[in-house]
């Protein structure tokens, strides 16, 4: 891993790219380090793109990995969609997909490996099935191919609770204990820092609109190969949800990670790594 | 001096004895609940405590049962899990309060909303015998 000195620069380079996402204008912001095969990372629900910065600073990574990140509309430093003061946010898999290929159109991205966290982790599941040709691989961290709802999202969006803080403190039981305390606050500043409602209407994709169920075990792992990794303290996809999924997709290779959580990427970067460099190794040989 | 349970934390009277202390000695963790003012009931096995916070200080504690004693919202679960929870490295599915709610060992019921608008305080507290001493 990276060790930054007062006076160094990261290797990482921002920019915003103009989209059409589902017929809408959309300015995103992403972020991205490192030369070879496209890496493109989707964020977890509520955060953004910065969850994905220590694979960016990472040269076992980056020497042969393009690493790609960029923030939905309404997440990080991408604006809302026009219009969005009077309607309620809602991402549905139809624009998760939109959003996602209309990027790879955009930066005209070959056959990248597409990696997302829970949120992120489901679409790729949806994006292996449904675009094979269009990935090299697809690898799922805390995915699933559904999740039981566990508690009333509305304590998420409303005026007599702060929606940065309500969502910090409810993912926070996420992070595992193991993982470093900086770690374990920045990973917290994504929710603290999100818009309101912004997490809730993630979930509505996460919890409502994307039950894969019926679907996974068409994925075609031969023309898309899965590769699923979730950390054993993850109560919200659990090692169980992945290793059923898992179970579902013929071909597909799934580990459940110790001392890890729902945010390995950004929770505890160095056993992350100790877990996601071998399966770099062998997308990088597909 | 207090022995560690075989389930990991301290034992579930010597938590509660100590846990104003602990509390208290946590600055960070009083100015998280400066705005807390309220009595919540916490069930740890057969026994409820009234727990009375006044600007983030516990201002009270009692054992129960006290009959007729009113309450904003009850937090139960077996004096196990507590144990199991207060661990200084729990294991999964003990290491959160959601993460015993989610799975039956503990339960969360009344007017919700000071917890939710409070809620990092409050799973602040729950957790504080993880830091105690078992030396």
Redesign the interface.
């Known amino acids: 891993m990276a060790d930054f000195q007062p006076g160094d620069f990261e290797p990482i380079t921002g920019r915003y790219v103009h989209l059409n996402i589902a017929g809408r204008p959309a300015r995103l912001y992403f972020e991205e380090a490192g030369s070879g095969i496209p890496l493109l990372c989707l964020h977890t629900a509520g955060s953004d793109g910065r969850q994905f910065r220590h694979l960016m600073t990472d040269e076992d990574v980056t020497g042969r990995f393009r690493v790609i990140a960029f923030d939905l509309p309404h997440h990080g430093k991408s604006n809302p969609y026009a219009g969005y003061q009077d309607e309620e946010y809602r991402l549905t898999t139809e624009l998760y997909d939109a959003a996602v290929m209309a990027f790879c159109d955009a930066l005209a991205l070959e056959r990248p490996v597409v990696m997302g966290c829970s949120m992120g982790g489901r679409i790729v599941l949806h994006l292996a099935g449904a675009h094979p040709e269009r990935f090299r691989a697809a690898i799922g961290l805390e995915a699933a191919d559904h999740q039981q709802p566990w508690y009333d999202t509305d304590w998420l969006h409303r005026p007599d609770v702060h929606g940065g803080e309500v969502c910090a403190a409810m993912i926070s039981g996420l992070v595992a204990p193991q993982s470093p305390e900086e770690y374990r606050w920045e990973t917290l500043w994504g929710y603290l820092a999100s818009g309101p409602g912004v997490f809730k209407g993630d979930l509505h994709f996460y919890r409502a609109d994307s039950d894969f169920r019926d679907r996974t075990h068409l994925i075609d792992t031969t023309a898309c190969p899965v590769f699923l990794l979730t950390g054993e303290y993850d109560y919200s996809c659990t090692p169980k949800d992945t290793l059923r999924t898992a179970k579902d997709i013929p071909g597909a290779e799934a580990e459940i990670m110790e001392e890890l959580g729902h945010f390995p990427m950004s929770e505890n970067p160095a056993k992350f790594r100790e877990y996601i460099l071998p399966v770099l190794d062998k997308v990088s040989r597909l | 001096m207090v022995k560690r349970t075989i389930h990991g934390g301290p034992p579930a009277a010597h938590a509660i004895e100590h846990l104003a202390d602990t509390v208290h000695a946590d600055p960070a963790l009083l100015h998280r609940g400066r705005f807390v003012d309220l009595e919540w009931l916490w069930e740890i096995g057969e026994t409820p405590y009234h727990v009375r916070i006044q600007n983030g200080f516990i201002a009270e504690l009692v054992r129960g049962p006290v009959l007729m004693r009113s309450w904003v919202f009850a937090i139960r679960g077996p004096v196990e899990s507590w144990e199991r929870f207060w661990a200084p ?2 294991k ?2 003990w ?5 015993m ?3 039956g060992r503990a339960t969360v019921e009344g007017e ?2 000071p917890l ?2 409070n ?2 305080y409050f ?1 602040d507290v729950l957790a504080a015998p993880r830091a105690m001493e078992d030396h």
């Open positions: 490295v729990p999964p599915g290491h959160d309060l959601f993460a709610t989610r799975t919700l909303q939710m608008a809620l990092r799973k």
